[in-house]
């Protein structure tokens, strides 16, 4: 790891432009899908645990913890608010008492039928600007990207 030498030389690192428009992109992206779970009464949060619970006969908090873009300490909050709204259930599952098994209700599946096809084709529209082969050197780049900041400084 290199430092500059001073605030204009560090003002004039290549990657800074590039690392701009991430946060550019990264901005606008969860403004534009926070405006559009917004609509159905869900938080970015609750949208992406209805959307992990989703097709699936329910999990662990651990699980949604893990498949999710949660932090930990928030989840609770999050998956109570959806149970107070009547979007999920909580069960015991008779072979595991010490774990609770988080679910969607009926009420919570028609959500997610409605709003998670209505999402991923509103998505769709504005990742079709890119082809498939661009697409993938992104998921490429940004997986990458991403590991090189998976060790804290």
Same mark, same amino acid.
């Given at each position: *790891? ?16 590039? $690392?701009?428009?991430?946060?550019? !992109? ?10 559009? /779970? ?10 992406? /645990? ?8 329910? *999990?662990? *908090? ?11 300490? !928030? ?15 909580? =069960?015991?599952?008779? =072979? ?14 028609? +959500? ?10 509103? $998505? ?13 050197? +992104? ?12 060790? /804290?400084?």
């Amino acid at each position: *790891m290199s430092t500059s030498d001073s605030p204009q030389q560090a003002a004039q690192e290549p990657f800074l432009a590039t $690392m701009r428009e991430l946060v550019h !992109t990264y901005q606008s992206f969860s403004a534009y899908s926070e405006a559009f /779970v917004r609509q159905f009464d869900l938080t970015p949060a609750q949208f992406d /645990v209805v959307a992990t619970l989703g097709n699936t006969p329910g *999990m662990t *908090m651990g699980d949604i913890g893990d498949k999710t873009l949660i932090t930990k300490g !928030t989840l609770t909050g999050v998956v109570d608010r959806l149970e107070k709204k009547g979007l999920i259930s909580r =069960e015991v599952p008779p =072979e595991n008492r010490r774990s609770v098994v988080v679910k969607l209700t009926p009420t919570g599946e028609s +959500l997610f039928d409605q709003v998670f096809p209505a999402h991923i084709a509103d $998505m769709k529209q504005h990742f079709e600007q890119l082809d498939a082969s661009e697409l993938e050197l +992104l998921r490429v780049l940004l997986q990458r990207l991403g590991q090189a900041f998976q060790t /804290v400084p």
